[in-house]
């Protein structure tokens, strides 16, 4: 079992820049594919960001080249960097774990572990 906790959030202007942090518990994580998932109101989970134990990076096509993601296997801890910050982007994000690794899966039901969220919101 892999806990998650995610930090950072907080209400930014467009243009800004905000770090996200994702603290894990209860197992490593550096052989695990850690992701971030985000959720606005009324609207379907959707990925964001991918890394692998492979250091296989996948973003979406909307934050390619603005976010980030960056792990301290050390620390047992992933962050997501986020500059350019757009009113879209407002939404709740997620933190995610799968345990085999192998990929930077960009579907949601191929996550076993998420945290609780923390809140994202940019206004213009």
């Known amino acids: 079992q ?15 820049s905000l770090i996200l942090s994702c603290a894990a518990s209860g197992r490593p994580i550096s052989s695990y594919t850690m992701a971030w ?24 096509d909307s934050v390619e080249g603005r976010f980030t993601i960056s792990r301290d296997n050390a620390k047992n801890t992933v962050h997501l960097q986020m500059n350019s910050l757009k009113p879209e ?11 085999t690794g192998w990929y930077a899966h960009q579907t949601a039901d191929a996550y076993d572990y998420w945290g609780q969220g923390t809140q994202v919101t940019v206004s213009s």
């Open 89 to 99: 982007d407002t939404a709740e994000y997620y933190c995610a774990a799968e345990p």
């Open 37 to 60: 998932f985000r959720q606005a109101p009324g609207k379907e989970r959707e990925f964001v960001a991918a890394d692998s134990q492979s250091d296989e990076i996948t973003y979406t």
């Open 2 to 16: 892999v806990q998650l906790v995610e930090s950072g959030g907080g209400s930014v202007q467009a243009g800004g």
